[in-house]
């Protein structure tokens, strides 16, 4: 039976380039069969003969923008959000280590449902996550992801040296690839493509040379994703380069071992050298700009005039627990502000709204080669939007909230420094509503 049809009215934005965004005042889009039918004014969309039966939402004190993109999160950690530490190392051995470590099936099955929801209640319609290192809790993880509708490319955690503590069987090398290799037969490509899998060896700190080479050939025989973190705190950095003295930096650890490509995502990228990031551009590799954590952990502040004039793919990222919250909007925010407080210590460019608005939806999609059916509201795309109700972000009395002359350069700012989750209307992935504001 094909689905009803559901109609979305609001101010349409989304921002196609990084250059500017674009806006309908009093617009709609109407979603058939899981894709745009159709983007227009609301005038012009409740017109069309679909309309009539379709399931409207929203109104004209909404605005309807495409699903958020996060590129880099850990569904474990999330319970421990906002446990401060001095910087990286000692946060992962105190905090995240040993809640990884307790994150088993039986804890899976009971959070990642919760942990779905509030992605999906924070807007956000595609994940790239970390499980835990245990088999069967990556496999609760994913199962809770197709449940929930949403899009999600997750991998079981990867590490043989400097990790949860004691030896476990999870640790050793060949028990690891064996478990990864069952993960992505189950569940590469699983939900009609909704889920994907990512090879996951943690970071250089906590893998041999031979775990990471072994993870890239299996990523490479099938065809899947590879997540890993690079360059995020000095101490790491260093740690790496005792590690891994062959080597004459962190990134070239990563390219040794077969690990860069388009299918790679990085996160952090915080301290690159030019030639790490000349390595990250012709490998065609991805950064995950995760600015919450990077001031959470005090790691830095990545340079993103540098990374945009160098033409290296990105998207922005949670990086829950590293960053305290999984609204986008709060990232987004956290970008702009990073680059402020980084342009008072160093002449640098300060990216515009619609740039950091882009770099979560199409400049994200684009980064994971997925700008053809994700990113925008173009008409043919996969359905992926969300709700926003204004007045939760407009502090006004005034109805209608918006002054018919509203641009998208105007509308903008508001989301990006005040929407969250008390504000995401309706979220739907794929055309199906995956949250719904009680
Ligand atoms: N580097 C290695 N593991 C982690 C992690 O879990 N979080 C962050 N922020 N950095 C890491
Ligand atoms: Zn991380």
């Given amino acids: 039976?094909?689905?009803?049809?559901?109609?979305?009215?609001?101010?349409?934005?989304?921002?196609?380039?990084?250059?500017?965004?674009?806006?309908?005042?009093?617009?709609?889009?109407?979603?058939?069969?899981?894709?745009?039918?159709?983007?227009?004014?609301?005038?012009?969309?409740?017109?069309?003969?679909?309309?009539?039966?379709?399931?409207?939402l929203g109104g004209p004190d909404c605005a309807v923008v495409p699903g958020l993109i996060d590129i880099h999160a850990h569904i474990p950690q999330y319970p421990f959000v906002a446990r401060i530490e001095e910087s990286l190392l000692p946060w992962l051995k105190r905090y995240i280590f040993p809640a990884e470590k307790n994150f088993r099936a039986a804890e899976a099955r009971a959070f990642a449902p919760f942990f779905f929801e509030s992605l999906a209640c924070n807007g956000t319609t595609l994940a790239v996550l970390y499980a835990a290192i245990h088999e069967d809790s990556a496999h609760e993880c994913f199962a809770a992801a197709e449940a929930s509708g949403i899009r999600a490319i997750i991998g079981k955690v990867m590490m043989d040296r400097h990790s949860y503590g004691d030896l476990e069987p999870d640790k050793i090398?060949?028990?690891?690839?064996?478990?990864?290799?069952?993960?992505?037969?189950?569940?590469?490509?699983?939900?009609?493509?909704?889920?994907?899998?990512?090879?996951?060896?943690?970071?250089?700190?906590?893998?041999s040379a031979e775990m990471m080479r072994a993870a890239a050939d299996l990523a490479r025989e099938h065809g899947t994703w590879v997540q890993t973190h690079l360059s995020e705190n000095h101490l790491e950095i260093e740690t790496v380069r005792a590690l891994f003295p062959e080597f004459p930096d962190y990134t070239s650890v990563y390219e040794g071992c077969g690990l860069l490509g388009p299918k790679t995502i990085l996160g952090h990228c915080i301290h690159l050298s030019p030639a790490e990031r000349a390595k990250l551009r012709a490998s065609g590799s991805i950064i995950a700009h995760c600015p919450?954590?990077?001031?959470?952990?005090?790691?830095?502040?990545?340079?993103?005039?540098?990374?945009?004039?160098?033409?290296?793919?990105?998207?922005?990222?949670?990086?829950?627990?590293?960053?305290?919250?999984?609204?986008?909007?709060?990232?987004?925010?956290?970008?702009?502000?990073?680059?402020?407080?980084?342009?008072?210590?160093?002449?640098?460019?300060?990216?515009?709204?619609?740039?950091?608005?882009?770099?979560?939806?199409?400049?994200?999609?684009?980064?994971?080669?997925?700008?053809?059916?994700?990113?925008?509201?173009?008409?043919?795309?996969?359905?992926?939007?969300?709700?926003?109700?204004?007045?939760?972000?407009?502090?006004?009395v005034e109805k209608p909230l918006l002054d018919p002359a509203t641009t998208a350069e105007d509308l903008l700012p508001l989301l990006i420094h005040r929407a969250g989750p008390k504000s995401t209307l309706a979220t739907l992935a794929a055309g199906k509503k995956i949250h719904l504001r009680k």
């Avoid at 090398?173 to 943690?202: D, K």
């Avoid at 939806?361 to 684009?366: C, K, L, V």
């Fill in 173 to 207: 090398l060949p028990v690891s690839i064996e478990q990864t290799r069952r993960l992505i037969q189950r569940w590469h490509g699983a939900a009609g493509g909704r889920l994907e899998y990512a090879v996951s060896p943690r970071f250089a700190v906590s893998c």
């Fill in 1 to 56: 039976m094909t689905p009803r049809p559901i109609a979305l009215r609001g101010f349409v934005l989304d921002a196609p380039t990084r250059h500017a965004a674009r806006g309908i005042p009093d617009g709609a889009i109407l979603i058939e069969n899981g894709r745009i039918a159709a983007r227009g004014t609301f005038s012009e969309i409740s017109k069309l003969p679909a309309a009539a039966d379709a399931e409207w």
């Fill in 292 to 396: 919450t954590s990077n001031l959470f952990l005090r790691s830095g502040t990545m340079p993103w005039d540098t990374i945009v004039e160098d033409g290296i793919p990105f998207g922005l990222a949670s990086d829950v627990a590293g960053g305290p919250e999984l609204s986008m909007w709060r990232v987004m925010r956290s970008a702009l502000e990073s680059q402020i407080a980084r342009s008072f210590s160093t002449p640098c460019r300060i990216p515009f709204p619609a740039e950091i608005f882009h770099q979560s939806t199409q400049g994200a999609a684009e980064a994971l080669g997925k700008g053809g059916q994700l990113g925008t509201l173009d008409p043919g795309k996969e359905a992926d939007a969300v709700l926003i109700d204004l007045s939760e972000i407009i502090p006004s």
